[in-house]
């Protein structure tokens, strides 16, 4: 799978510009295209008689003029960086939420990578609300690319791909890892990670089972035993430094959501190094 668009939402924040930075030196080196998102609510004080969805979906004549701001807005933050001037890029900009205006975007235009930064959430909001980012991974129709805040590090050299037994037994497609690992030039850590109480897969099961898609990259597997993934993820990162650490996407109940976070919430909110989440 070919990466042809990237997605990447603009709040006009010091740290969005680290995210559109990367997101350039990544389409380059992919030859893909990016799509600048922007969103907007309604912003007045409410009265009485106001509801949520008037707020979020205000009267007609209120959103031409809020869109018209808010396009020019955006137009004019991307002609004011230089790093844009010879690219080619596309600029939206919706009314709604972030999550839901880039989610639908995303699907309009039939891309296949949202690139977005990760805020400092943590503690119990972190764990009843969630960040933005990881809302992000959830609803969104493609993959989503996590960089930590302050991430400054470009460069992809090692790329760590974290399995569990679920990620064999629904036999994912790693197509667009592989274009990522090819046009990058990236090494690929496969890291199978089993439960104490699962039967034991040994390295020539996990190497028979990806040994086709994943031919054509550079690449080693790693695998071991842990009661707790995020735990055993953790030891390897220490141990085994990489650019990008890559989960599989996995569907949670709402309980599973709001009970246990989960190791793809653990990573997108408290890890330092980038994260993919493949859909």
């Known amino acids: 799978m070919k990466i042809n668009k990237l997605i990447v939402p603009v709040d006009y924040t010091k740290a969005v510009e680290e995210t559109i930075n990367f997101a350039v030196m990544l389409s380059k080196q992919m030859g893909s295209k990016i ?58 900009t919706r009314i709604g939420t972030l999550t839901d205006v880039v989610c639908s975007v995303a699907e309009e235009y039939n891309s296949e990578l949202i690139i977005m930064g990760s805020e400092s959430t943590t503690g119990i909001e972190a764990f009843l609300v969630g960040s933005e980012s990881e809302r992000m991974t959830r609803k969104a129709p493609c993959s989503v690319w996590v960089l930590p805040k302050g991430s400054k590090h470009y460069k992809i050299q090692t790329v ?45 099961n ?22 707790d ?7 390897f990162l220490d141990n085994n430094p990489i650019d990008l650490m890559v989960i599989l996407y996995r569907e949670h109940d709402f309980f599973e959501r709001l009970f246990q976070p989960g190791l793809r919430k653990k990573l997108v909110l408290e890890s330092e190094t980038p994260l993919l989440v493949i859909k």
Do not use: C, W
């Open 206 to 227: 996990v190497l028979g089972h990806y040994k086709s898609s994943l031919e054509p990259v550079e690449h080693s597997f790693h695998v071991f035993f842990e009661d």
């Open 35 to 92: 799509v600048f998102v922007s969103n907007y609510v309604a912003n007045y004080t409410p009265n009485a008689g106001a509801t949520m969805s008037t707020m979020v979906n205000p009267a007609p004549e209120n959103t031409i003029h809020l869109d018209k701001l808010n396009k020019e807005k955006l137009h004019d933050y991307l002609k004011g960086l230089p790093q844009l001037a010879s690219l080619n890029y596309e600029s939206t």
């Open 160 to 204: 760590g791909l974290a399995l569990d037994t679920n990620n064999i037994e629904n036999n994912v497609d790693l197509a667009m890892l592989v274009d990522l690992l090819t046009h990058t030039k990236a090494k690929l850590r496969v890291v199978h990670i089993s439960d104490k109480e699962e039967i034991a897969f040994k390295e020539e």
């Open 229 to 235: 993934p995020e735990e055993g993820i953790s030891k």
